[in-house]
């Protein structure tokens, strides 16, 4: 299938909350290329840094915005504070009157969780940070600015988390924090879908694959130009995707006339690749889900070249 052109998305408001790197910073960046203005919020800023420490800031997100065709306006905004969040609101309220798409892709919780440690041993105050920054931020948030995607028709919220609604039903996910915090965001999007569907809104939950974020590239040594030097030590890598390929699936849902065929569904950066001819940047396909289930199904390596 050939890869089809940007969406048009020229004059429409968009707001990706938690776009200060990785999947959030790389849906920010193709809004723009779409033609989109893209507001877009974090705690990391060219003054002051998250508890991630970590170099990237929402103001490189909003340059990167505006470099690739849109217009970027960050706004720093920390979403467990309410008195925030309703200023952002108002901002956007006040600079544009409306807002078209909404992606909530608040998480930071990278620091806080254990992989495979029970409950009784998992440290509870991070435990319960992490369920305030997965799920109260996704909650604030959601409050504050749909009043101003349901002033007309054609609304899009895009709920971020990890893990198609099938896959996570039937699998334990790394912790009992963690996955109670992907597997509520699966569920806000399915009951956001039937609030939002009254006014002509969808809601969907999207998932990435192995996405290989700022944070991810430096676990392993590597940068997107050379991703491909960590297969030798992990070669199941290979079936990692940029942020840009997650970034592709919202801009195409939001370019859709016909996204409300998708309201309440559960979705894939892989699935939707197939369904709307998008590729990553190397011209591939990638569909982690479907390489992790096969990989499950058998005793012999699978090779990720075989689904991208």
């Not at 940007?6 to 193709?30: M, N, S, Y």
């Not at 078209?100 to 509870?124: C, Q, S």
């Not at 940029?242 to 970034?247: L, R």
Request: net charge negative.
């Amino acid at each position: 299938m050939p890869e089809t052109p940007e969406p048009d998305l020229e004059g429409k408001i968009a707001l990706v909350a938690g776009a200060t790197r990785g999947a959030g910073r790389g849906i920010a960046v193709r809004l723009g290329a779409a033609g989109a203005t893209v507001y877009v919020t974090g705690r990391t800023t060219r003054e002051r840094r998250s508890e991630y420490d970590r170099p990237e800031t929402i103001e490189e997100t909003a340059e990167l915005v505006t470099a690739a065709g849109g217009t970027g306006i960050a706004v720093p905004t920390d979403h467990l504070v309410p008195k925030e969040v309703r200023e952002l609101a108002g901002r956007i309220d006040a600079e544009q009157g409306r807002l078209d798409v909404l992606v909530n892709d608040i998480w930071g919780g990278e620091k806080l969780f254990a992989f495979d440690e029970p409950v009784w041993e998992h440290d509870l105050d991070n435990g319960l940070r992490l369920l305030r920054l997965g799920v109260e931020t996704h909650a604030v948030t959601s409050h504050f600015l749909l009043p101003l995607l349901v002033r007309r028709p054609g609304g899009l919220v895009v709920e971020m988390t990890d893990g198609t609604s099938a896959y996570n039903s039937a699998r334990y996910r790394n912790s009992y924090f963690y996955d109670l915090v992907k597997n509520s965001v699966l569920r806000m999007a399915f009951v956001l879908a039937h609030e939002l569907k009254p006014h002509g809104g969808t809601a969907v939950a999207l998932t990435p694959g192995w996405l290989r974020s700022e944070m991810m590239l430096d676990g392993f040594g590597v940068a997107e130009g050379n991703w491909r030097d960590a297969l030798a030590e992990v070669p199941h890598f290979g079936i990692s995707e940029s942020p840009a390929y997650i970034g592709r699936a919202v801009a195409a849902l939001a370019g859709d006339a016909d996204v409300a065929r998708w309201n309440g569904e559960s979705l894939s950066s892989g699935q939707l690749a197939r369904e709307y001819g998008f590729t990553d940047l190397d011209g591939s396909r990638p569909d982690c889900w479907r390489f992790l289930i096969d990989s499950e199904n058998t005793d012999e390596p699978v090779d990720a070249d075989l689904y991208r």
